[in-house]
């Protein structure tokens, strides 16, 4: 079974209102995944393999196997492209975690729709200028003294 995390302690994230909010703190690139995908990322997050993943997904959503297991695909690749994400050979130890599924009542499941991973550069400069990129293991705002700037 093939196991991904999410790529820290460069990648932050949150989900906030069924979207995940991914920021990748080395390219200063910020991102959102909605709906499907976010649940995804949440699975990720606990520890889930890939094929856990598309089961969980294809058991809260109507959709095609087919389909669901070729979005999630995609996603988990674009989620390495983007370095959000990287394989591992054992589960988080979130594995146990309790998963969250989206509100549904009686026997009708939300319809699948392909998760899309949406990527935004328009505040690279900021990210990347940010001095908690400078910091060692001690915290900000203590400077790391590797990384000493002459003006």
């Known amino acids: 079974m093939t196991h991904f995390r999410v790529n820290s302690p460069n990648v932050i994230h949150e989900i906030i ?3 995940a909010v991914l920021v990748n703190l080395d390219s200063g690139s910020y991102y959102s995944i909605d ?3 976010a649940v995804v990322w949440d699975y990720v997050e606990k520890g889930l ?16 196997q087919a ?4 979005g999630v695909q995609q ?16 589960p988080s130890s979130n594995r146990h975690a309790p998963v969250t599924t989206p509100a549904s009542t009686g026997q009708n499941k939300p319809q ?6 949406h990527k935004y ?3 690279e400069d900021l990210l990347l200028l940010d001095p908690i990129h400078d910091v ?8 790391n003294p590797n990384n000493v700037s002459y003006a």
């Open 136 to 143: 060692d293991e001690s915290g900000w705002p203590n400077s």
């Open 35 to 37: 709906s499907v995908g």
């Open 112 to 117: 699948f729709e392909t998760p899309i991973l």
């Open 75 to 90: 996603l988990f690749i674009q989620l390495q492209e983007e370095q959000l994400i990287v394989p591992t050979e054992t």
């Open 67 to 70: 389909d669901i297991d070729q």
């Open 49 to 64: 393999s890939r094929h856990q993943i598309v089961e969980a997904i294809a058991s809260q959503y109507d959709g095609e």
């Open 17 to 19: 209102d069924g979207e």
């Open 121 to 123: 550069t328009d505040m």
